[in-house]
């Protein structure tokens, strides 16, 4: 399973085996607010090059998307223990 959630994996899911090809990180950034990190990846091939976003959630896997917003809760949990 961890081999399923790491960002190589989902490069290589999304763009097929990146062996013989240059793959980089362009971009690594994690905000302020949230501690959400992101990475952008450029891919060059002999037809061009194109760059994917990454987004690590937070059970710890990448996907190509953002997560979503945290949103504030309201309960009794912390107040019974």
């Known amino acids: 399973m961890a ?3 790491s960002l190589r994996c989902q490069v290589e899911k999304l763009v097929g085996s990146t062996g013989g090809h240059g793959v980089r990180v362009r971009l690594l950034d ?3 607010t949230g501690g959400t990190c992101r990475v952008c ?3 060059d091939r002999p037809t061009g090059s194109f760059s994917l976003f990454f987004f690590r959630h937070a059970d710890g896997a990448w996907h190509v998307f953002p997560p979503g917003q945290r949103r504030l809760e309201m309960g009794i949990g912390r ?3």
């Open 79 to 81: 107040m019974a223990a």
């Open 3 to 5: 081999g399923n959630r």
């Open 30 to 32: 994690r905000s302020r």
């Open 41 to 43: 990846i450029q891919v």
